[in-house]
């Protein structure tokens, strides 16, 4: 499909709404109205800068993609979304052209509206069972949920900071949350706004988690959610940085020495896995998270200003499927890398990443290599990466997730010049404070075991988000942080 610019979307919106304003519309009407596509930079340009690729939805637009919406009474979309957004209240204001109303609407229930509707994967969640999606048999023909929820906060936001939640008087209660990335910022708003006193622990220098250190700039600027980490701040949560729970100060410790009465735990799932490959330690082999962090966290890409070093390479190969391999491979682009080869062991159909991610990498042009997987990695004599030995796959019978399984195709190797490896394939939750706290479940996999409300096995201890899900999403961690705040106070009113 050929890019359309962001002038030609508008216009197209601006002839529909013209067609449509005032008028109230049939649902016949509203299923014949084009989905609004979101206006992004032109690939052979962003894929140069790290400026946000999309760059969201005039008022026509936002309010002729509202017009699609059914307003279906039994609001399949509200049941798909983790914090249970009142999608069609919010849709019909933006509809009306009442934006602050929108904005309130979708403030009642989510915290961080302007990054959910930037990365939450809308087509496996509220929109995945959208009656307009299912009605064309095309998920991303529904109504664009997340785009809406998008332009409503962006409006909100640059119109003046949101108002803040009211917080109740002081209870003289102390409450330490341990991790800042969504759960902890969920589980810290809502604590706060019962009235006790909330310090959020960070183990790096800057607060944001994943949204921050991983997710990078030109899919969500970190302003954005700056803004929300100063919203807490001017709640009145208390922020630490470079303070490691386990190391800086054991987790017990918070509760017995330094008279905190309820801990939350969201540390994440920052432990990158390997492929346990030979030539796995060359020079120039990264973790998806070390080579984003670099970037996203220490502003690599900036080498007039960045003290950070990265690894200057012109072929770089990324090994996983997922949103974390699509993020490294478009960052590759942005650090300078002519050719960017992803390998991926099944076939684009089983990809975990986003359709979107997907569709933008390879428009930037990215070469994806699907149903091939690095066997080893090459070094040449100064222990630098200089090729990739590939096996190729075929797919076997389906595997324990429902996914046909690759199955090697034996003497299949062949070798692709190479100078940079990043090994995207997954993470595992950060093994430290289970380690250092005693008596702590975790289960075989290392994420902490909680109850339904998020508690755990010691008493006055909460955890959730990828800690105890694994490596999961944005609206799921904070989904799990509202519950666990739930539970928090309650626990501590009794
Ligand atoms: P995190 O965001 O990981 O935050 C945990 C925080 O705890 C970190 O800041 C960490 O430094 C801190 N910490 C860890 N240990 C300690 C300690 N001992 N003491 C003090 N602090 C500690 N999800 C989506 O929905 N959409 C996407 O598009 C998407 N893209 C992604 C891209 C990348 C590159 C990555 C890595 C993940 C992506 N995800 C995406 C997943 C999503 O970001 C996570 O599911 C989510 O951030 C989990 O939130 P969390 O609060 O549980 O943990
Ligand atoms: Fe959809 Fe995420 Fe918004 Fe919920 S928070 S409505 S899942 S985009
Ligand atoms: Fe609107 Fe789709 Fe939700 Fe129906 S399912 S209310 S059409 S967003």
């Given at each position: 499909?050929?890019?359309?610019?962001?002038?030609?979307?508008?216009?197209?919106?601006?002839?529909?709404?013209?067609?449509?304003?005032?008028?109230?519309?049939?649902?016949?009407?509203?299923?014949?109205?084009?989905?609004?596509?979101?206006?992004?930079?032109?690939?052979?340009?962003?894929?140069?800068?790290?400026?946000?690729?999309?760059?969201?939805?005039?008022?026509?637009?936002?309010?002729?993609?509202?017009?699609?919406?059914?307003?279906?009474?039994?609001?399949?979309?509200?049941?798909?979304?983790?914090?249970?957004?009142?999608?069609?209240?919010?849709?019909?204001?933006?509809?009306?052209?009442?934006?602050?109303?929108?904005?309130?609407?979708?403030?009642?229930?989510?915290?961080?509206?302007?990054?959910?509707?930037?990365?939450?994967?809308?087509?496996?969640?509220?929109?995945?069972?959208?009656?307009?999606g299912k009605a064309k048999k095309d998920v991303n023909q529904g109504v664009g949920i997340g785009r809406l929820e998008r332009f409503v906060a962006d409006w909100k936001r640059e119109r003046g900071t949101p108002d803040l939640p009211v917080v109740k008087p002081a209870t003289g209660k102390k409450v330490a949350v341990v991790g800042s990335g969504p759960a902890g910022i969920t589980v810290a708003a809502d604590v706060r706004r019962e009235g006790h006193d909330v310090t959020m622990f960070?183990?790096?220098?800057?607060?944001?988690?994943?949204?921050?250190?991983?997710?990078?700039?030109?899919?969500?600027?970190?302003?954005?959610?700056?803004?929300?980490?100063?919203?807490?701040?001017?709640?009145?949560?208390?922020?630490?940085?470079?303070?490691?729970?386990?190391?800086?100060?054991?987790?017990?410790?918070?509760?017995?020495?330094?008279?905190?009465?309820?801990?939350?735990?969201?540390?994440?799932?920052?432990?990158?896995?390997?492929?346990?490959?030979?030539?796995?330690?060359?020079?120039?082999?990264?973790?998806?998270?070390?080579?984003?962090?670099?970037?996203?966290?220490?502003?690599?890409?900036?080498?007039?200003?960045?003290?950070?070093?990265?690894?200057?390479?012109?072929?770089?190969?990324?090994?996983?499927g997922g949103n974390v391999a699509m993020d490294a491979a478009r960052m590759a682009l942005r650090l300078g890398a002519e050719e960017v080869h992803l390998f991926y062991r099944r076939t684009e159909l089983e990809m975990p990443a986003r359709i979107e991610e997907v569709a933008?990498?390879?428009?930037?042009?990215?070469?994806?290599?699907?149903?091939?997987?690095?066997?080893?990695?090459?070094?040449?004599?100064?222990?630098?990466?200089?090729?990739?030995?590939?096996?190729?796959?075929?797919?076997?019978?389906?595997?324990?997730?429902?996914?046909?399984?690759?199955?090697?195709?034996?003497?299949?190797?062949?070798?692709?010049?190479?100078?940079?490896?990043?090994?995207?394939?997954?993470?595992?939750?950060?093994?430290?404070?289970?380690?250092?706290?005693?008596?702590?479940?975790?289960?075989?996999?290392?994420?902490?075991?909680?109850?339904?409300?998020?508690?755990?096995?010691?008493?006055?201890?909460?955890?959730?988000?990828?800690?105890?899900?694994?490596?999961?999403?944005?609206?799921?961690?904070?989904?799990?942080?509202?519950?666990?705040?739930?539970?928090?106070?309650?626990?501590?009113?009794?």
């Amino acid at each position: 499909m050929s890019h359309r610019t962001k002038e030609e979307l508008a216009k197209q919106a601006d002839e529909i709404w013209s067609g449509i304003a005032g008028r109230v519309l049939t649902p016949k009407e509203r299923m014949a109205i084009p989905s609004q596509e979101m206006p992004t930079q032109e690939p052979e340009v962003r894929c140069r800068n790290m400026l946000e690729v999309a760059t969201g939805f005039t008022e026509a637009q936002a309010r002729v993609e509202a017009s699609r919406c059914l307003q279906c009474k039994n609001a399949p979309c509200i049941k798909d979304c983790p914090v249970a957004i009142n999608i069609p209240g919010f849709i019909a204001e933006v509809a009306a052209g009442n934006f602050d109303a929108a904005a309130s609407v979708i403030l009642r229930t989510s915290i961080l509206p302007a990054i959910c509707g930037r990365v939450c994967p809308q087509e496996t969640q509220c929109q995945m069972n959208c009656t307009v999606g299912k009605a064309k048999k095309d998920v991303n023909q529904g109504v664009g949920i997340g785009r809406l929820e998008r332009f409503v906060a962006d409006w909100k936001r640059e119109r003046g900071t949101p108002d803040l939640p009211v917080v109740k008087p002081a209870t003289g209660k102390k409450v330490a949350v341990v991790g800042s990335g969504p759960a902890g910022i969920t589980v810290a708003a809502d604590v706060r706004r019962e009235g006790h006193d909330v310090t959020m622990f960070e183990a790096f220098h800057k607060t944001g988690g994943v949204l921050v250190y991983g997710i990078p700039e030109f899919r969500l600027p970190k302003a954005i959610v700056q803004k929300e980490i100063d919203a807490l701040v001017a709640m009145g949560v208390k922020v630490e940085t470079n303070f490691v729970v386990g190391r800086t100060r054991k987790l017990k410790d918070l509760l017995a020495k330094d008279g905190f009465d309820a801990v939350f735990i969201g540390s994440g799932a920052g432990l990158p896995k390997f492929m346990n490959i030979e030539g796995e330690n060359l020079v120039g082999v990264f973790a998806a998270n070390e080579y984003l962090t670099r970037a996203n966290l220490m502003k690599a890409y900036d080498l007039d200003q960045s003290q950070t070093p990265y690894y200057a390479a012109k072929r770089v190969a990324v090994l996983g499927g997922g949103n974390v391999a699509m993020d490294a491979a478009r960052m590759a682009l942005r650090l300078g890398a002519e050719e960017v080869h992803l390998f991926y062991r099944r076939t684009e159909l089983e990809m975990p990443a986003r359709i979107e991610e997907v569709a933008h990498a390879k428009e930037e042009g990215v070469r994806f290599h699907t149903l091939r997987n690095a066997s080893r990695i090459l070094g040449d004599e100064q222990g630098r990466v200089r090729a990739l030995v590939c096996l190729k796959y075929e797919l076997g019978e389906p595997d324990a997730s429902g996914r046909r399984s690759p199955v090697e195709i034996k003497g299949s190797e062949y070798e692709v010049p190479i100078d940079a490896v990043v090994v995207a394939i997954g993470n595992d939750s950060n093994p430290l404070i289970p380690a250092t706290t005693q008596g702590l479940a975790v289960n075989k996999r290392g994420n902490i075991v909680t109850d339904a409300d998020g508690k755990t096995s010691l008493d006055a201890v909460y955890a959730g988000g990828d800690i105890v899900l694994g490596a999961a999403t944005v609206i799921l961690a904070m989904g799990e942080g509202r519950k666990a705040a739930a539970a928090i106070n309650t626990y501590l009113a009794r």
